[in-house]
């Protein structure tokens, strides 16, 4: 079965940190562009953080400084360290794995989402 599971949310105070953890099983996500997008209630998802296969990376203009991508692909697995964490960055976090070949057939996933609740 192929699947991307999100782990490593929770309830933490303003100035705090959390890493977040997509682990892919079924396939590999060395070929895969990866992403962290959030969805926080009312709004749309967002773009938060994108590593392609090659490790380059970019970032949200509101996370910018703050939140680091890195993938581990021997243990298959994509990270998101977020620290200096604020209340407005409270959403569901997804993970998102995405590639392409060279037919141009598509392969598109997405994990179930972790909440992450920045509150004092």
């Known amino acids: 079965q192929l699947q991307l599971v999100e782990s490593g949310g929770g309830l933490v105070q303003p100035g705090g940190s959390l890493r977040l953890s997509c682990a892919a099983s079924?396939?590999?996500?060395?070929?895969?562009?990866m992403g962290w997008y959030r969805q926080a209630p009312g709004n749309q998802r967002e773009l938060v953080a994108a590593i392609t296969s090659g490790g380059s990376t970019n970032y949200g203009d509101s996370v910018k400084g703050r939140f680091t991508i890195s993938r581990d692909n021997a243990k298959n697995t994509v990270y998101l360290q977020m620290n200096s964490l604020k209340p407005e960055d409270t959403a569901v976090y997804y993970c998102?794995?995405?590639?392409?070949?060279?037919?141009?057939?598509?392969?598109?996933?997405w994990g179930q989402g972790t909440q992450v609740t920045v509150s004092s």
């Open positions: 998102n794995a995405h590639r392409q070949v060279i037919s141009g057939i598509k392969y598109d996933y």
């Open positions: 079924g396939f590999t996500l060395e070929y895969y562009a």
